[in-house]
T-cell receptor
């Protein structure tokens, strides 16, 4: 199984809502990532988890809160988002090294209204 | 932190060749190449780990000039399936990957 599964595929939320994005992989990968991608732009790295510990936070606002409950799951908790946070949120996983490929999920398309 | 790619966009006829360049102002510990089709996830193409390394499979290959902090992706005898946006990625030696600005490739019959 070389899939990274993200749910939901689409999400519309108000600025006062709290929601969560979920990502799951069963490849035994120990590094998991959240990226944000705006239309016609490259994916921007947000967070990296390595062995279930947050190893990198690319100065992401605190309204985005990541969580790694176990080695197969990665969540992104959303609270008090702004319309400019609307984007495609991609999850990826890889072996715990930068020298291997990253497998990406299909993403969650988030719209903040 | 983001590598710069050129060209930004290119249109090819089937069978033509293309070169996509990736240039970084910061050190490149490794270079990754991905292709993303519209509405889909990025898909891994290859990784280059050492300066001077060249890799390829099928008709897509790449080179890595570590000293110049540059990499190039070569697509030969392009096929319709090659259409998409190509991203290089800068590996930093830690567990992170910064994508380049992207090159939109369109192959027409």
């Amino acid at each position: 199984d070389t899939e990274v599964t993200q749910t939901p595929k689409h999400l519309v939320m108000g600025m006062t809502n709290k929601k969560s994005l979920k990502c799951e992989q069963h490849m035994g990968h120990r590094a998991m990532y959240w990226y944000k991608q705006k239309a016609k732009k490259p994916p921007e790295l947000m967070f990296v988890y390595s062995y279930e510990k947050l190893s990198i936070n690319e100065s992401v606002p605190s309204r985005f809160s990541p969580e790694c409950p176990n080695s197969s799951l990665l969540n992104l908790h959303l609270h008090a988002l702004q319309p400019e946070d609307s984007a495609l949120y991609l999850c990826a996983s890889s072996d715990d090294t930068t020298n291997t490929e990253a497998f990406f999920g299909q993403g969650t398309r988030l719209t903040v209204v | 932190q983001q590598p710069v790619q050129s060209p930004q966009a290119v249109i090819l006829r089937e069978g033509e060749d293309a070169v996509i360049n990736c240039s970084s102002s910061k050190a490149l510990y490794s270079v990754h190449w991905y292709r993303q089709k519209h509405g889909e996830a990025p898909v891994f193409l290859m990784i280059l780990l050492k300066g001077g390394e060249q890799k390829g499979h099928d008709k897509i290959s790449a080179s890595f000039n570590e000293k110049k902090q540059q990499s190039s992706l070569y697509l030969t005898a392009s096929q319709l399936s090659y259409s998409g946006t190509y991203f290089c990625g800068r590996g930093t030696g830690a567990n992170n990957l910064f994508f380049g600005t992207g090159t939109r490739l369109t192959v027409i019959p």
